[in-house]
């Protein structure tokens, strides 16, 4: 039977060749025409798909050789050859750089909700229980990220509104930093120091604690939250099968164990506010987050773990960016002493001595605040916005963009691209003055992003830089152990500067 078959198969495909030379030889036009018409169909099909340019990528891995080191550099380079918007590969997964204001522009800000999504990877489930849509970097932009996008927002608005209550608790770490830099009578690295009260900065507003920088419990959660923020960094490992082996059982664990530790902890602390809890005196976030359950804005949706996540996020934010951001200005100012003393002359015009500088001599110091803009532009400690992700078919910039398609947003390029700024790489303050002196800040400046997923934290975080960089300024001189001093950055997840040294006097 099965021979019958075969020579059945064999005899049909014959008639089917002889069928097929026959229709060539007699009808040669009609086959030009249908070919010519097919062309056609096909180029208008892909015309009106244009795909974003890029280079050739190797089959299982893409582009992978684009995304080693200081990656950012890389693909900021890829710009002058493939344009503002092009498009790289790891493994199967397809991305698109953004580079240009007009671009990013027109994705985060003229498209609603389409680029609001995040990419479904290990790393991101890793770290919550339940997967990522409990975080609030993570999630996508559903009903659940709403709700407590909205208490971020309000907890912060009160906070930064308040600003006796947010100066005292900003300043007393800035002071207590400021004793630990002038105890050490060696040059110091300023970045433990800074980091540590950073994180109690952030401790002071979310649960009213402070830590004691020398303390076991402070160094456990600088790991805690460094680890975590490491599997928040973009790294080809989720989107290359071969890669994701690299992520072990074991390390999976490790991050688990220690999460549950904190969110241990943090349980306590919620226990006990909820025994004080006043909702006429709120102390702190985890009192406007009770007061906000209360009043059910949560529309009854938030449950313990979301609580927990919620609180942990809000603690992981900022703390270490902060840092590294005091880390760069102290550092360009020990690399650029006639600019540092410009700063503190200004301070002084300003703020008596006998008290620390305030959040209302603000409008009064458009060179200091000018310095630290350009810090923010130069270091660009994120270099990318975290990766979103197409949830509809869209066009940008006339190319075709599918949907689940992540996007990179180069926030670097942007802020170093000589079509926007006159010499990038060189760090000039009066970039962001006018002729008459006066703060200027141009829309090409954008550390924190734009639409509907823009930072939460940036008020809170502009605050924090401009009273922990006046204060430590106004009482302050900084001075490179090793002139001139040469500022190189490095980048795990976000980019700050390889380890220097400093002396410290007292002004």
């Known amino acids: 039977m099965e021979c019958l078959m075969n020579i059945l198969h064999f005899s049909i495909f014959e008639d089917l060749m002889t069928c097929t030379k026959i229709f060539l030889w007699k009808y040669p036009r009609a086959i030009a025409l249908i070919t010519i018409i097919a062309s056609i169909g096909v180029l208008l099909k892909t015309r009106s798909r244009k795909q974003p340019p890029g280079p050739w990528g190797w089959p299982f891995i893409g582009h992978l050789k684009y995304f080693k080191d200081k990656y950012y550099i890389g693909l900021f380079r890829l710009k002058d050859r493939y344009g503002d918007v092009y498009k790289l590969r790891l493994g199967s997964q397809e991305f698109i750089v953004v580079c240009s204001l007009e671009s990013i522009l027109e994705a985060l800000v003229g498209s609603g909700k389409a680029y609001c999504g995040r990419p479904d990877i290990l790393s991101y489930n890793i770290l919550y229980k339940g997967g990522r849509q409990r975080g609030v970097d993570t999630a996508d932009f559903h009903e659940m990220l709403k709700i407590k996008r909205s208490f971020i927002d ?36 300023p970045f433990f120091m800074l980091e540590a009260s950073c994180l109690n900065i952030t401790m002071m507003l979310v649960f009213g604690e402070r830590l004691d920088p020398r303390k076991k ?10 680890e975590r923020s490491l599997l928040k960094a973009f790294t080809p490992d989720d989107y290359i099968p071969l890669l994701k082996a690299f992520k072990t059982d074991d390390h ?42 209360e009043c059910g804005q949560d529309l009854s949706l938030l449950n313990k773990d979301d609580m927990d996540y919620l609180l942990l996020d809000l603690v992981n934010y900022g703390y270490e960016a902060i840092s590294v951001l005091v880390t760069w200005l102290i550092g360009y100012m020990a690399a650029n002493p006639n600019i540092q003393v410009k700063v503190q002359e200004e301070i002084d015009s300003v703020v008596e001595r006998d008290r620390p500088p305030s959040l209302r001599d603000h409008p009064f110091l458009p060179y200091t605040t000018a310095v630290i803009l350009e810090t923010q532009r130069m270091a660009s400690v994120f270099p990318f916005l975290i990766p979103h992700v197409v949830t509809e078919n869209r066009i940008l910039q006339g190319y075709s963009i599918k949907t689940g398609t992540t996007v990179l947003f180069h926030i670097w390029s942007l802020h170093h691209d000589t079509r926007y700024w006159k010499n990038p790489m060189k760090f000039n303050p009066n970039r962001f003055l006018n002729e008459d002196k006066d703060l200027e800040i141009p829309d090409y400046y954008m550390p924190y992003g734009a639409g509907l997923r823009q930072c939460a934290g940036e008020s809170l975080a502009e605050i924090e830089l401009f009273l922990f960089f006046t204060t430590i300024m106004q009482q302050l001189t900084f001075t490179a152990e090793q002139s001139p001093l040469i500022l190189e950055p490095e980048f795990d997840f976000l980019i700050r500067p390889k380890p220097f040294r400093v002396s410290v006097t007292e002004r």
């Open 217 to 226: 419990i402070t160094s456990d959660l600088l790991t805690i939250f460094h």
């Open 154 to 189: 309000a907890s912060f608005d009160a906070y930064c509104s308040n600003i006796e209550t947010i100066e005292d608790k900003i300043t007393i770490e800035v002071l207590e930093v400021m004793d630990c830099f002038l105890e050490k009578s060696e040059p110091i690295d």
């Open 252 to 293: 999976v664990d490790y991050i688990k164990a220690i999460t549950s530790r904190q969110i241990e902890n943090q349980s306590k602390l919620i226990n006990l506010h909820k025994d004080t809890y006043d909702p006429s005196k709120l102390r702190d976030m985890v009192d406007h987050l009770l007061l906000f359950i």
